[in-house]
Nanobody, 124 residues
Framework: QVQLVDSGGGLVQPGGSLRLSCEAS????????????VAWYRQLPGKQRELFAT???????SYTDSVKGRFTMSRDNVKDLMFLQMNNLKPEDTAVYYC??????????????WGQGTQVTVSS
């Protein structure tokens, strides 16, 4: 069973940076990036969980306007690791951050996988 563990959250001042990590394990078919769409979600205080960054076809990335130019996704296909570099953090970025793996159409295992979440607090 594929599992995700995200980490790296913490308290940071406005304008600061953090790097979140997401480690996948349990894949029976090699790298999860071949069979899953991997993305980052966050849940702002009092709000529903929302998608803000995802890998797209061809290995590229896509971001919402709120984080574009400040957040960058990367991955290690061999180690099944995903990273989120967060720069110029703002108080409105305060949220619980989750990595997520959504099986691609036709994959034998249709179970969506979530990390447990890591808290990011941006405050002076």
């Amino acid at each position: 069973q594929v599992q995700l563990v995200d980490s790296g959250g913490g308290l940071v001042q406005p304008g600061g940076s953090l790097r979140l990590s997401c480690e996948a394990s349990g894949s029976r078919y090699g790298s999860i990036f071949k069979y899953y769409i991997v993305a980052w979600y966050r849940q702002l205080p009092g709000k529903q969980r929302e998608l803000f960054a995802t890998f797209v076809a061809g290995g590229g990335t896509s971001y919402t306007d709120s984080v574009k130019g400040r957040f960058t996704m990367s991955r290690d296909n061999v180690k099944d690791l995903m990273f989120l570099q967060m720069n110029n953090l703002k108080p409105e970025d305060t949220a619980v951050y989750y990595c997520h793996a959504d099986p691609k159409p036709g994959f034998v295992d249709s179970t969506k996988v979530w990390g447990q979440g890591t808290q990011v607090t941006v405050s002076s």
